[in-house]
């Protein structure tokens, strides 16, 4: 009885420590982590997955020259910089087409004459009295007599053949025909002073005495932003006279007899 009590009683005993066996290994089980991907993926695997990223690049819109992608280093929009400064002026020396105030016959057809030596003084660096400046009116005409048959009103040609013979080698002349507002504007900058013929009547100095020179030249030495700066030789009062750049440009006629208004559109430009 007693044996029998004793194999039951063992029996008990390890069915319980079998029960706690299987307890622990459950719970243990249960907080184990999940197992982690293995970083040694084959060379087949990763091929795998290359193909299959292209795939989806390949599947996605890409920018094109046409559409380009925005970056925050991409530059603002800019105007194109000026080829010359928006303002600019000369000190051309003004002295009259009648310097010693003397405002008779001849004296009235000497704008071309007085407009080019004002240029020329200022290229040349020389500074004349009105008497001198007087004198050398008289000396251009006298070439204009002997070589152009012509001085109360010579065109742009003949103004450039004349003072190609008084200035020599020591000055350049040079005409553009229809020229534009940048090309005097470039030459102004560059320190080249333009002589402009127009069409005096139309210009609207209110110094001139009425009606005005059917025909007239001045120097245009500087500019700005609306206006053309001049020395403009057929009044006292002409020392940087502005006009408007429109103005200029509307009523610049080279000399015609027939009519001043069909005259061509052409300037002289002085440099050295």
Request: with cysteine; aromatic share 8%.
């Amino acid at each position: 009885m007693k044996r029998t009590i004793k194999i039951l009683i063992w029996i008990v005993l390890i069915a319980g420590a079998a029960s706690l066996l299987e307890l622990f290994v459950l719970r243990k089980n249960i907080k184990q982590p999940a197992p982690q991907v293995p970083n040694n993926i084959s060379n087949q695997q990763q091929t795998g997955a290359t193909n299959s990223m292209a795939s989806v690049i390949a599947d996605t819109p890409t920018a094109t020259n046409s559409d380009p992608v925005p970056t925050s280093n991409t530059a603002p929009d800019t105007a194109p910089a000026s080829p010359f400064p928006a303002k600019f002026l000369l000190p051309v020396l003004f002295y009259s087409q009648a310097p010693l105030s003397k405002w008779d016959a001849f004296h009235e057809e000497m704008c071309e004459e007085a407009s080019i030596l004002n240029a020329g003084l200022y290229l040349e660096n020389k500074t004349l009295t009105k008497g001198q400046f007087e004198a050398e009116l008289q000396k251009i005409q006298k070439i204009e007599k002997d070589n152009v048959d012509e001085w109360k009103s010579t065109t742009v040609v003949q103004t450039k053949k004349w003072a190609d013979i008084y200035f020599g080698d020591t000055l350049s002349i040079k005409i553009i025909d229809n020229p534009t507002i940048e090309d005097i504007e470039t030459e102004i900058a560059a320190g080249h002073p333009v002589a402009v013929p127009l069409s005096g009547r139309d210009i609207g100095n209110p110094n001139f005495t009425p009606p005005g020179p059917v025909y007239h030249m001045l120097v245009v030495k500087g500019y700005d932003t609306q206006n053309f700066i001049t020395n403009d030789v057929g009044t006292r009062k002409g020392d940087s006279y502005t006009y408007a750049k429109d103005v200029i440009m509307k009523n610049m006629h080279d000399w015609n007899p027939q009519d001043i208004h069909l005259g061509a559109k052409r300037v002289l430009v002085l440099y050295k």
